[in-house]
């Protein structure tokens, strides 16, 4: 029994490893940073503070998945690129360094250090895609549903959609990328300039 044990073992292992070397190999996966072209100013700070939250998403927004609507109703992604984080965690890190470089708010703060405030954004991203449109041209498509809500009570303050459509002159991911980070540019400078405004507002009264 013993020496059957000894030719059994070294099959055995032989058998693993054939095994092991079938198994499909991992995509190789390129993670990509929203970028950013969005100068810092000075600016008179202001009294109050700002935390930020991440948005809701559906299931298909939530990930960190490159998301493409290439026809009709139908949500891909692109093959081998990611982001960075999931698309809600984007959002919600890129309107935190718009504040910040805007400099109007300064008290800033976001959800996960679970800090008080005396505002808070929140809201729903309903759009984080590429588009293709019926003429084959490409755009990318963000849409926030900004709620501004006050810390304490957490009564809603004000509430908007912003739509940000940003076409794209190159249909290759890093050409797409780059068009998310226009769209991105625009939608932190409309939120900004509307947080402010209302917040202003708000406190005024």
């Known amino acids: 029994m013993k020496p059957s044990l000894r030719i059994l073992a070294p099959a055995i292992v032989l058998g693993l490893a054939s095994a092991c ?15 950013v072209h969005q100068a810092s100013r000075a600016a008179a700070p202001l009294a109050w503070s700002l935390r930020l939250n991440k948005p809701l998403a559906s299931e298909a927004l939530a990930g960190a998945r490159i998301a493409v609507i290439p026809q009709g109703d139908v949500i891909s992604s ?30 800033l703060s976001a959800d996960d250090s679970n800090l008080q405030a005396d505002y808070e954004l929140a809201g729903e991203l309903q759009a984080f895609q590429s588009e293709y449109q019926a003429d084959g041209t490409v755009q990318v498509v963000i849409r926030y549903d900004a709620r501004l ?57």
């Open 149 to 205: 809500v006050q810390g304490r009570s957490q009564r809603i303050q004000a509430s908007k959609r912003f739509e940000v459509r940003q076409p794209l002159a190159d249909k290759q991911v890093s050409a797409v990328v780059a068009g998310f980070g226009a769209a991105s540019d625009q939608l932190v400078s409309q939120v900004v300039s509307w947080t402010v405004a209302q917040a202003t507002q708000v406190k005024n009264q």
């Open 21 to 35: 070397s079938i198994l499909p190999q991992s995509e190789p996966v390129d993670l990509y940073r929203l970028p």
């Open 78 to 107: 692109y093959k081998g690129a990611r982001w960075s984080d999931p698309a809600p965690v984007l959002v919600r890190n890129r309107l935190l360094d718009g504040f910040q470089r805007d400099g109007q708010v300064q008290r």
